[in-house]
């Protein structure tokens, strides 16, 4: 989806001074929203078998993700690597129920919550961009016919009982436009609110955002009446700063993060740069901070070494390459 | 020097939660203590020859980088890779006269020292273990045997007029015994300052903190009156945790961080898996924050890239990869 290279890329990060935060304390358990079977191979070169997606899924469950996002109801044109999508759905709800359905799904249209309904899914996302150019880039509509998009898809989900996620890419960068607003990036957020979503992911798209610049992100919500309850982090780890980000995401209230199993994904053009997030190494940090998070670290572990070997590439996750010495 | 294998592995992250922490502005500005021509390169596979090598330092003086631990005085039996030193210490203060003589370089011992004192250097390390085991393995000397050999070391070296830089490593875990104790930490490093240190620099040698620990440390050092202004971070990306931890370093006062160009050492046993917190990323970080550092990102990413094709393998920093689109 993102794609970020020297060509593209924003000078540098952009400069937001850590401003002096009212001390939140840390929270007492977060729920990881768990993107690797979505958003993470999506990203993947290879196309992945849909009993590999299965295994993935129900070993990430099993591990106890608390959310799994298990695809995406785009056309294959696309996303070829999610061509599966309405099998692989079948597939788990054949097999896991409720938890199946439970799963969120990505949608770009009304034509994706129709396969979802048909399903009796009870959770979709919707993708957007905080920026004109990636919204066109990505979405081939401007700015203002991506929220015409999303509309009926958010009403109807939202008619129909689902729980609505409203992803904006490019928070905190974009590598056409360079610097973003934060105010217009709250602006965009406040009108998936609006429409219905009940939740807010923000994605530092290409990984240039920084502590201070996370903090003044979440300030700017508050004083606009969105709270941290509210808002999901989804950092990309292409600059290395996703957990400094996530651990000032943490003091300002920020209980929801996205991760990817192993660090699949979100760097396609890459050979074995990082891209999103990995969970473990999200995890790893959580549990020195003694904050719940109902996951088992060495079953995802186990799950991401299980998926590198039908990728036939290592983990980008600096914990299961420490943990298994690769 | 450090090694971090699953056998000997410490279980999992310990746990230590964040703490109410006083409200310590962030710095306006950070020294980079750069290591990576010593602690970066002696854990590398390859032997880079001194012309090489006075060309990286040379670089790295020129990117700004205020402080560049030059070389290590140890034998060459221990340390192969660094058999140079004295050849390169000479060249570099042929080269670079004073600039070169402010350069540390690690002394193990006296006749260390004495090789130093006959070069006009005018700082320099010693480098000690938090733990019992560790002093055994690497320094082949029990605990107590370390402080008795550092003692005349760091005496002659201040009556010399050097400054004298006191390492502790496995300060927040050791592969052998596991958890350590704060409190054991904090006595060693005492230790070390009233032996004449003027600076100590907390190894998190196989890379496990995590940001309330390295909060607590800061705090139980206060506590035992040595304040954040004596104290380095030495942080490794084992767990991919450096950036966060530095985060959290910089909340409590904080101002020196040890980093390594391009990310170079740490981790001699595994391929590519990361060791070494990289000075780009740090850099990324600071700047993001508006953080001082005086050292220029593009001359030192253009240096660790001559170094990776030095080395013939590419860096290990996110920074040096992401702008390279490696």
């Known amino acids: ?33 768990e993107v690797g079977p979505r958003d993470g191979l999506q990203n993947e070169k290879a196309v992945v078998p849909v009993e590999v997606k299965a295994e993935m899924i129900t070993r ?15 056309h294959p044109r696309w996303v070829p690597q999610l061509a599966d999508a309405a099998e692989l759905m079948g597939l788990l709800v054949d097999r896991l129920g409720d938890a199946a359905r ?17 399903l009796g ?33 958010v009403r109807r989900a939202r008619d129909a009982g689902m729980d609505v996620r409203g992803y904006l890419s490019m928070c905190f960068g974009d590598p056409w436009e360079g610097a973003v607003e934060i105010d217009a990036v709250v602006r965009a957020g406040v009108r998936l609110l609006e429409m219905g979503a009940g939740q807010l992911s923000l994605g530092d798209t290409i990984g240039v955002a920084t502590a201070g610049h996370v903090q003044a ?11 941290p309850e509210r808002i999901a982090m989804h950092f990309h780890d292409t600059y290395g700063q996703a957990l400094a980000n ?29 891209g999103n997030l990995a969970t473990e190494d999200l ?11 109902g996951v088992d670290l060495d079953a995802v572990v186990a799950t991401s070494t ?12 600096a914990v299961v390459r420490a943990l298994s010495g690769a």
Not at 102 to 118: Q, S
């Open 121 to 153: 899914l009870e959770h979709v996302a919707v993708f957007g961009s905080s920026t004109e150019t990636f919204a066109q880039k990505n979405l081939n509509r401007s700015y203002d016919e991506q929220f015409a998009m999303f509309s009926p898809t």
């Open 217 to 227: 992100m979440v300030a700017a919500f508050g004083a606009a009446g969105v709270g």
């Open 60 to 74: 990430l469950l099993d591990a106890g993700l608390p959310i799994i996002e298990a695809t995406s109801f785009v």
């Open 102 to 118: 439970r799963m969120p799904v990505l949608v770009p249209n009304e034509k994706g919550l129709d396969r979802a309904l048909e």
């Open 246 to 274: 996530t651990h000032a995401a943490l003091q300002v209230g920020i209980t929801t993060f996205d991760a990817s199993a192993g660090g699949l994904g979100g760097c396609p053009y890459a050979k074995s740069a990082t």
């Open 283 to 293: 995890l790893w940090m959580l549990q020195g901070l003694g904050i719940e998070t």
């Open 1 to 33: 989806m993102s794609t970020a290279n020297t060509e593209q890329r924003v000078a540098l990060p952009m400069t937001v001074p850590a401003q002096a935060i009212t001390a939140v304390p840390m929270p007492e358990a977060v729920t990881i929203y």
């Open 306 to 317: 299980f998926m590198a070997g039908q990728l036939g590439r290592p983990s980008t996750s």
